[in-house]
């Protein structure tokens, strides 16, 4: 019923950029907060950006001054926009909403199927 697409991901080298999009598609009748978290081998997943409906956002403090999240309501799609990268950055980076949908206004957490991000040194 709602579908979370990323795209963006790839390899770049250290200092370089990538932008990561998420879409969300489906009978989706509220979208509330929007972020980015990343998994690297081994280790947890981890939050890495969020940003309300209303614009306001975090950021986990490995990645404040490089990264920026911003989100279009209209279209239903969130971004990061990822600066001066570092190979520290290397993970699978996964789009998550909160999100009710037109059959039932309970909000649930949904996550996209993740995008590889390589950083080079």
């Known amino acids: 019923q709602v579908q979370l697409v990323e795209s963006g991901g790839g390899l770049m080298q250290t200092g370089g950029s990538l932008r990561l999009s998420c879409a969300a598609s489906?009978?989706?009748?509220?979208?509330?907060?929007m972020g980015w978290y990343r998994q690297a081998p081994g280790k947890q997943r981890d939050l890495v950006a969020d940003?309300?409906?209303?614009?306001?956002?975090n950021y986990a403090d490995s990645v404040k001054g490089r990264f920026a999240i911003s989100r279009d309501n209209a279209k239903n799609t969130v971004y990061l926009q990822m600066n001066s990268l570092k190979p520290e950055d290397t993970a699978v980076y996964y789009c998550?909403?909160?999100?009710?949908?037109?059959?039932?206004?309970?909000?649930?957490?949904?996550w996209g199927q993740g995008t590889q991000v390589t950083v080079s040194s």
């Open positions: 489906g009978s989706i009748f509220r979208i509330n907060h």
């Open positions: 940003i309300t409906s209303g614009g306001i956002t």
């Open positions: 998550n909403a909160e999100i009710n949908t037109v059959w039932n206004v309970r909000f649930r957490d949904y």
